[in-house]
Protein backbone atom coordinates (compact mmCIF):
# COMPACT_ATOMS: atom_id res chain seq x y z
CA UNK A 1 0.00 0.00 0.00
CA UNK A 2 2.93 1.92 0.78
CA UNK A 3 4.75 1.65 -2.27
CA UNK A 4 1.27 3.07 -4.44
CA UNK A 5 1.32 5.75 -2.32
CA UNK A 6 4.43 6.85 -3.20
CA UNK A 7 4.18 6.35 -6.81
CA UNK A 8 0.73 8.08 -6.69
CA UNK A 9 2.71 11.31 -5.12
CA UNK A 10 5.50 11.33 -7.45
CA UNK A 11 3.19 10.78 -10.48
CA UNK A 12 1.85 14.24 -8.89
CA UNK A 13 5.24 15.82 -8.28
CA UNK A 14 6.12 15.52 -11.97
CA UNK A 15 2.62 16.67 -13.13
CA UNK A 16 3.52 19.91 -10.93
CA UNK A 17 6.59 19.64 -12.92
CA UNK A 18 5.75 19.76 -15.96
CA UNK A 19 3.12 22.67 -15.37
CA UNK A 20 6.08 24.64 -13.19
CA UNK A 21 8.38 24.36 -16.88
CA UNK A 22 5.80 24.98 -18.80
CA UNK A 23 3.69 27.62 -17.42
CA UNK A 24 4.45 31.28 -16.97
CA UNK A 25 5.27 31.81 -13.31
CA UNK A 26 2.71 35.18 -13.38
CA UNK A 27 0.19 32.80 -15.20
CA UNK A 28 0.18 30.63 -11.92
CA UNK A 29 -0.79 33.65 -9.54
CA UNK A 30 -2.50 36.31 -11.85
CA UNK A 31 -6.21 36.08 -11.22
CA UNK A 32 -7.05 38.95 -13.47
CA UNK A 33 -7.03 37.31 -17.12
CA UNK A 34 -8.94 34.10 -18.15
CA UNK A 35 -6.91 31.24 -18.84
CA UNK A 36 -7.30 29.24 -21.98
CA UNK A 37 -5.82 25.36 -22.32
CA UNK A 38 -5.21 24.91 -26.26
CA UNK A 39 -4.21 21.18 -26.82
CA UNK A 40 -2.53 20.34 -30.80
CA UNK A 41 -3.72 17.16 -31.34
CA UNK A 42 -1.82 14.09 -31.64
CA UNK A 43 2.38 14.67 -31.63
CA UNK A 44 5.35 12.60 -31.74
CA UNK A 45 4.89 9.69 -33.51
CA UNK A 46 1.34 10.01 -33.84
CA UNK A 47 0.73 11.65 -36.52
CA UNK A 48 -2.84 11.86 -36.69
CA UNK A 49 -4.72 11.65 -39.84
CA UNK A 50 -2.66 11.85 -43.12
CA UNK A 51 -3.88 14.29 -45.87
CA UNK A 52 -4.61 13.94 -49.14
CA UNK A 53 -1.54 15.78 -50.10
CA UNK A 54 0.67 13.92 -47.59
CA UNK A 55 0.31 16.80 -44.49
CA UNK A 56 -0.28 15.48 -41.35
CA UNK A 57 -2.60 16.69 -38.70
CA UNK A 58 -0.12 16.78 -35.65
CA UNK A 59 1.74 19.77 -37.89
CA UNK A 60 -1.46 21.62 -38.74
CA UNK A 61 -2.81 21.56 -35.55
CA UNK A 62 0.56 22.84 -33.96
CA UNK A 63 1.02 25.29 -36.24
CA UNK A 64 -2.62 26.55 -35.81
CA UNK A 65 -2.01 26.62 -32.16
CA UNK A 66 1.32 28.13 -31.52
CA UNK A 67 -0.03 30.95 -34.07
CA UNK A 68 -2.80 31.18 -31.56
CA UNK A 69 -0.38 32.10 -28.99
CA UNK A 70 1.23 34.74 -31.38
CA UNK A 71 -1.61 36.60 -32.08
CA UNK A 72 -2.92 36.48 -28.84
CA UNK A 73 0.76 38.23 -27.80
CA UNK A 74 1.31 40.55 -30.29
CA UNK A 75 -2.07 41.89 -32.68
CA UNK A 76 -4.52 40.96 -29.42
CA UNK A 77 -2.31 42.84 -26.91
CA UNK A 78 -2.64 39.14 -24.82
CA UNK A 79 -6.34 39.42 -23.34
CA UNK A 80 -5.79 35.67 -22.34
CA UNK A 81 -3.41 33.32 -20.42
CA UNK A 82 -3.22 31.37 -23.16
CA UNK A 83 -0.84 28.29 -22.56
CA UNK A 84 -0.47 25.20 -25.21
CA UNK A 85 -0.17 21.18 -24.25
CA UNK A 86 2.66 20.51 -26.16
CA UNK A 87 5.00 23.49 -28.45
CA UNK A 88 6.81 20.76 -29.97
CA UNK A 89 6.47 18.04 -31.77
CA UNK A 90 6.13 15.85 -28.80
CA UNK A 91 4.01 13.25 -28.05
CA UNK A 92 1.57 13.39 -25.15
CA UNK A 93 -0.65 11.22 -23.65
CA UNK A 94 -4.81 11.87 -23.27
CA UNK A 95 -4.36 11.39 -19.39
CA UNK A 96 -1.53 14.01 -19.36
CA UNK A 97 -3.22 17.04 -21.14
CA UNK A 98 -6.14 16.45 -18.40
CA UNK A 99 -4.10 16.14 -15.68
CA UNK A 100 -2.75 19.31 -16.59
CA UNK A 101 -6.20 20.73 -16.84
CA UNK A 102 -6.97 19.14 -13.72
CA UNK A 103 -4.13 21.60 -11.93
CA UNK A 104 -4.39 24.75 -13.73
CA UNK A 105 -8.03 24.69 -14.04
CA UNK A 106 -8.55 26.76 -16.96
CA UNK A 107 -11.74 29.31 -17.58
CA UNK A 108 -11.73 27.27 -21.51
CA UNK A 109 -10.07 23.95 -22.79
CA UNK A 110 -10.31 23.76 -26.78
CA UNK A 111 -8.68 20.87 -28.72
CA UNK A 112 -7.28 21.37 -31.72
CA UNK A 113 -7.86 18.72 -34.66
CA UNK A 114 -8.29 17.69 -38.32
CA UNK A 115 -10.97 15.37 -40.01
CA UNK A 116 -10.58 12.43 -42.11
CA UNK A 117 -13.31 10.17 -44.06
CA UNK A 118 -13.32 7.69 -46.05
CA UNK A 119 -15.58 9.35 -48.73
CA UNK A 120 -13.15 12.26 -50.07
CA UNK A 121 -15.80 14.55 -50.71
CA UNK A 122 -16.59 14.86 -47.29
CA UNK A 123 -16.05 18.67 -45.90
CA UNK A 124 -16.43 21.03 -43.04
CA UNK A 125 -16.13 21.72 -39.71
CA UNK A 126 -17.47 20.26 -36.36
CA UNK A 127 -17.27 20.86 -32.68
CA UNK A 128 -17.40 18.62 -30.33
CA UNK A 129 -18.82 18.58 -26.70
CA UNK A 130 -18.70 15.47 -24.64
CA UNK A 131 -21.92 13.70 -24.61
CA UNK A 132 -22.87 12.87 -21.14
CA UNK A 133 -23.15 15.71 -19.50
CA UNK A 134 -26.20 17.69 -17.97
CA UNK A 135 -26.71 20.86 -20.51
CA UNK A 136 -27.55 21.82 -17.00
CA UNK A 137 -24.17 21.83 -16.06
CA UNK A 138 -22.52 25.27 -15.95
CA UNK A 139 -19.40 24.52 -17.55
CA UNK A 140 -21.77 22.34 -20.72
CA UNK A 141 -23.86 25.38 -21.44
CA UNK A 142 -20.41 27.83 -21.06
CA UNK A 143 -18.91 25.42 -23.84
CA UNK A 144 -22.22 25.40 -26.32
CA UNK A 145 -21.88 29.09 -26.06
CA UNK A 146 -17.97 28.82 -27.64
CA UNK A 147 -18.89 26.00 -29.83
CA UNK A 148 -21.79 27.99 -31.76
CA UNK A 149 -19.04 30.98 -31.71
CA UNK A 150 -16.92 28.96 -33.26
CA UNK A 151 -18.93 27.66 -35.84
CA UNK A 152 -20.57 31.15 -36.93
CA UNK A 153 -17.20 32.90 -37.11
CA UNK A 154 -15.78 29.86 -39.30
CA UNK A 155 -18.29 29.99 -41.55
CA UNK A 156 -18.75 33.49 -42.00
CA UNK A 157 -16.09 34.52 -41.94
CA UNK A 158 -13.61 31.84 -43.40
CA UNK A 159 -16.51 30.48 -45.39
CA UNK A 160 -16.60 26.75 -44.08
CA UNK A 161 -19.20 24.39 -44.30
CA UNK A 162 -20.47 23.72 -41.53
CA UNK A 163 -21.36 20.02 -39.78
CA UNK A 164 -22.59 21.18 -36.79
CA UNK A 165 -22.47 21.00 -32.89
CA UNK A 166 -21.92 17.20 -31.97
CA UNK A 167 -21.35 14.79 -29.16
CA UNK A 168 -18.89 12.14 -27.98
CA UNK A 169 -17.16 10.86 -25.26
CA UNK A 170 -13.59 11.34 -26.04
CA UNK A 171 -11.11 11.19 -23.50
CA UNK A 172 -10.00 14.84 -23.54
CA UNK A 173 -13.69 16.15 -22.92
CA UNK A 174 -14.81 13.86 -20.84
CA UNK A 175 -11.75 13.93 -18.06
CA UNK A 176 -11.81 18.34 -18.66
CA UNK A 177 -15.33 19.01 -18.70
CA UNK A 178 -15.79 18.88 -14.92
CA UNK A 179 -13.05 21.23 -14.37
CA UNK A 180 -13.65 23.71 -17.11
CA UNK A 181 -16.18 24.53 -20.74
CA UNK A 182 -13.81 22.33 -23.40
CA UNK A 183 -14.59 21.90 -27.09
CA UNK A 184 -12.88 19.67 -29.64
CA UNK A 185 -12.80 21.08 -33.30
CA UNK A 186 -11.98 19.24 -36.15
CA UNK A 187 -10.63 22.21 -38.57
CA UNK A 188 -12.04 20.19 -42.23
CA UNK A 189 -11.57 17.13 -43.78
CA UNK A 190 -7.17 16.22 -44.17
CA UNK A 191 -9.09 13.09 -47.01
CA UNK A 192 -10.52 16.02 -49.02
CA UNK A 193 -7.99 17.27 -51.37
CA UNK A 194 -8.98 21.22 -51.35
CA UNK A 195 -9.28 21.37 -47.42
CA UNK A 196 -6.14 19.62 -47.35
CA UNK A 197 -4.27 22.41 -49.79
CA UNK A 198 -6.00 25.09 -47.90
CA UNK A 199 -4.67 23.92 -44.46
CA UNK A 200 -1.43 23.61 -46.05
CA UNK A 201 -1.07 27.04 -46.48
CA UNK A 202 0.58 29.78 -43.54
CA UNK A 203 -1.97 32.56 -44.56
CA UNK A 204 -4.86 30.18 -44.11
CA UNK A 205 -3.29 28.31 -40.64
CA UNK A 206 -3.01 32.04 -39.87
CA UNK A 207 -6.31 32.98 -40.69
CA UNK A 208 -7.59 29.99 -38.82
CA UNK A 209 -5.53 30.93 -35.99
CA UNK A 210 -7.25 34.53 -35.55
CA UNK A 211 -10.52 33.19 -36.21
CA UNK A 212 -10.33 30.68 -33.58
CA UNK A 213 -9.25 33.76 -31.16
CA UNK A 214 -12.19 35.92 -32.13
CA UNK A 215 -14.67 33.28 -31.43
CA UNK A 216 -13.34 33.00 -27.75
CA UNK A 217 -16.50 34.05 -25.32
CA UNK A 218 -15.95 33.13 -21.88
Known sequence: ?????????????????????????????????????????????????????????????LAIAKAM??????????PYELYLTRYKDTLISLSHRTQLVHVLRPDLFISLHCNH?????????????????????????ESKVVALSMIEVLTERLGYRSRGIKRANFQVLRESI??????????GFLSNTDEASYLELEKNINALALALLMAIKI
Not at 43 to 57: K, Q, T, V
Not at 118 to 134: F, M
Not at 178 to 187: R, T, Y
Open 1 to 61: MRNRKNTATMKQFKILLIVLFLVPVNMLFSQEKKVIMIDAGHGGIDSGALGANHSREKDIT
Open 69 to 78: LMYNRTLLDN
Open 117 to 141: AKNEKATGIEVYLHNKTSLKNENQM
Open 178 to 187: AISPAILVEL
